[in-house]
């Protein structure tokens, strides 16, 4: 692409950039727990045809789906999800350092959190740019070739037992093969009385969770018709869905060994973050 006109393109989106910013801030009032900007939200929905047909999800349950991803801050882009994962990250900041922040943002610049080792495993999405400010994050993502991003397997961690005060996920163990091997390595890793805050796909009306597909022998064996998260035409490996989660999960978090409490919203009933602990003797 010619210089000047990437410039001129990249100006012209910068302006409307800030165009949406201050309609925002003058048509509402939602506050954003990620960066700390206070407007109205924008909408979009995101879930596809095929995948609502997979997971066999009725009218009511799409709706909360795409609003979970689909509503969004239209200064850091951070999805309904995420503004909850930051909230939820806020309340385990406080639980673990005392430090009592309204925004995920402005938290991550105080100097405490620096003594905290923390380990994101696939990045966070819109938040990890406010999580890489602090000095003990331990960033990685699955089959990195990225020289300054180490690859980790959730099934079989590389740290050390009793390693971290907090573990994030997001988005993430529903593509691990082996749900419980994923959990038990997340609370090795942990300290006594560290945390694992995270977030996944349930669909709460059901009572069971549905396992897609398995590993048998280093080969993926389909249960059902393979069922792929990120978007329509990304079929990656590591987007695969092997657990398609009901309300039994949280009796299997808390079996793996783990204090559970939940962060719900009271108007959308997709838009849940887990808050797990280890205990602490």
Known sequence: MNTAIFYVKEIKRMLFHSFE?????????????????????????????????????????????????????????????????????????????????????????????????????????????????????????????????????????????????????????????DFNKALSEILRVLKPGGMHIFTIPVIWNRTSTKVRAKLENGSIVHLFPPSYHGAPQDNFDDYLVFSEFGEDVVEVVKRAGFEVELMRDENNKALVTFLTRKASV
Not at 24 to 29: I, K, Q, T, V
Not at 52 to 62: F, K, M, P, Q, R
Not at 129 to 157: A, D, T, W
Request: charged share 25%.
């Open 21 to 177: 910013i201050i309609n925002a801030r003058f048509s509402g009032n939602e506050y954003c727990n990620a960066c700390g900007f206070n407007g109205k939200r924008k909408y979009k929905n995101v879930l596809w045809t095929e995948l609502i047909s997979e997971w066999e999800l009725d009218e009511n349950w799409t709706g909360w789906f795409n609003e979970r991803e689909g509503s969004y801050c239209v200064n850091c882009y951070s999805s309904l999800r995420t503004n909850q994962l930051a909230a939820a990250l806020l309340k385990g900041f406080e639980l673990l350092t005392g430090i009592n922040e309204r925004n995920l943002k402005d938290a991550c610049r105080i100097s405490k959190l620096n003594d905290l080792k923390i380990a994101e495993i696939n990045s966070a999405g819109t938040i990890h740019k406010f999580l890489e400010k602090i000095q003990g994050l331990y960033y990685s993502e699955y089959g990195s070739k990225m020289p300054k991003v180490r690859s980790e397997n959730l099934e079989k961690l590389s740290y050390k037992d009793s390693f971290f005060d907090l573990v994030i996920t997001s988005e993430t163990l529903e593509h691990v093969p």
